[in-house]
């Protein structure tokens, strides 16, 4: 079974700690991307990358940066975590023109204290 | 830009009472329409791509259809399992999905 797997399911962090989220995917796809779920506003697009050590911003990336140094593996850096950053993360993959949508992972809920 | 609109933001249906869930959406270049069932706690999970207006998919109790402007997720005689936010987006020429914020489906027994 295909699987995009994220390291942590729940997370509890300070004020001003940096943060780092992990998310792997074992079906070779090129693109992969990060969202954050908060009730009422949907997923919102944080970053995304279409190849290794290539990244792009979505549509809320301050605060934010990532890393993609092998095609499997792409990881969401909080630089210095703040409360407004408690929320769902959600990793997912695709094929490059995403003509079968996204793969999710099981998510990663962060409390920031 | 991109946009996704769901209504109703909350559905709550007895067993076995049919209803139907809407997608309104504007897009540059519609690629594809997708629907994911999502469950507390965990990932949305895929359930449909539909390409152009016409075109219908099903998959047990759910069905969908698309229009120039506008989609449709029904459930037919639902049950407490189908219980979930149902997630709708648009995949656009730049290729990245664009989603709404889900319908809530509560089914009671």
């Known amino acids: 079974d295909v699987k995009v797997t994220q390291s942590s399911r729940y997370l509890v962090k300070r004020t001003g700690e940096k943060v780092f989220l992990e998310c792997v995917q074992d079906?070779?796809?090129?693109?992969m991307f990060w969202y954050r779920q908060d009730p009422g506003l949907g997923l919102r697009l944080i970053y995304f990358?279409?190849?290794?050590?290539?990244?792009e911003k979505g549509d809320i990336p301050e605060g934010y940066s990532v890393s993609r140094e092998k095609k499997e593996r792409f990881s969401l850096i909080l630089e210095s975590a703040s409360t407004n950053q408690t929320s769902m993360y959600l990793c997912?993959?695709?094929?490059?023109?995403?003509?079968?949508?996204?793969?999710f992972g099981s998510g990663t809920r962060l409390t920031v204290v | 830009e991109d946009q996704v609109t769901q209504s109703p933001e909350a559905l709550r249906l007895q067993e076995g009472e049919s209803s139907s869930l809407n997608c309104s959406y504007t897009v540059s270049g519609l690629r594809g329409l997708f629907w994911y069932r999502q469950d507390p706690g965990k990932g949305p999970e895929f359930l449909f791509t539909?390409?152009?207006a016409g075109e219908e998919k099903e998959k047990e109790r759910l069905k969908a259809t698309l229009t120039k402007k506008e989609s449709f997720l029904h459930i037919t005689a639902p049950k407490p399992e189908d219980s979930a936010t149902y997630l709708c987006a648009v995949q656009g020429n730049d290729y990245k999905l664009s989603f709404g914020a889900g319908t809530t489906v509560t089914v009671r027994a």
């Open positions: 997912a993959s695709s094929t490059l023109d995403g003509g079968y949508g996204y793969t």
């Open positions: 990358s279409y190849d290794v050590k290539m990244k």
């Open positions: 539909l390409y152009s």
């Open positions: 079906m070779d796809h090129e693109n």
